[in-house]
């Protein structure tokens, strides 16, 4: 049972264009979002995240938006850079008790940014 | 600072065997964390540890140990490797609970192979 769930497993986009990855969770107790990119043969390095009660959450070319009611969240990219390319994960995070939290990741979006 | 460092980078194990996965951190973070990524899969959590002395078990932690006796060091055991173990090992650290604008810093990953 998948509560994070990214449904594009890859995305083509021409360089100085748009790129927008989308993310939909089924836990209505996740109270942040986050975005993490990764490249091969690297850990995950955090990109931007976004509180549960905001609806966007802007960071230079990087925006994440929020729909609550529709329980689905984007990453949008502008300008598209050929650095760019890399999987992003979108992660979810909910209280687990005592005090800690945990982050439920999707599958990942393999972005490739074309030059 | 190093940030996290993860040892050793490749392995490869009989079934049967066992072995441990170091992690160490230098910033002083209290929590720790391992994850797991199976091909084409997202992060599932392992372990993770609120400070020295405390672990508490996350998604998927069957077959696997771990303890923590300082705040740098978190170590993964497998004790009877399977061919199920066969996976990419991500131990991260952060100061504050996951999530907000505190994330979760990555290692660079071990690379686990059962055979």
């Known amino acids: 049972d998948q509560q994070v769930k990214q449904n594009s497993p890859s995305l083509s986009v021409q360089e100085g264009r748009i790129s927008i990855l989308n993310c939909d969770y089924t836990?209505?107790?996740?109270?942040?979002f986050l975005w993490y990119k990764k490249y091969p043969a690297e850990g995950p390095t955090f990109l931007i995240s976004?509180?549960?009660?905001?609806d966007k959450n802007e960071d230079g070319r990087f925006t994440v938006f929020l729909n609550k009611s529709a329980k689905h969240l984007s990453l949008h990219i502008v300008p598209s850079q050929p650095g760019d390319s890399a999987v992003y994960f979108c992660a979810a995070r909910d209280y687990s008790g005592a005090g800690s939290y945990q982050l439920t990741f999707g599958k990942g979006t393999k972005l490739s940014v074309i030059p | 600072n190093a940030g996290v460092t993860q040892t050793p980078k490749f392995r490869i194990l009989k079934i049967g065997q066992s072995m441990t996965l170091q992690c160490t951190q230098d910033?002083?973070?209290?929590?720790m964390y391992w994850y797991r990524q199976d091909p084409g899969m997202g992060l599932k959590l392992i372990y993770y540890s609120v400070g020295a002395g405390i672990t508490d078990k996350g998604e998927v932690p069957n077959g696997y140990n771990v303890s923590r006796s300082t705040t740098e060091d978190f170590p993964l055991r497998l004790e009877l490797a399977a061919p199920s173990q066969t996976s990419v090992y991500f131990c991260?650290?952060?100061?504050?609970?996951?999530?907000?604008?505190?994330?979760?810093?990555f290692g660079p990953g071990t690379r686990l192979t059962v055979l």
């Open positions: 976004i509180s549960s009660i905001k």
């Open positions: 910033m002083n973070h209290n929590y």
């Open positions: 836990n209505s107790m996740f109270d942040y």
């Open positions: 991260a650290s952060s100061y504050m609970p996951s999530g907000t604008t505190d994330t979760q810093y």
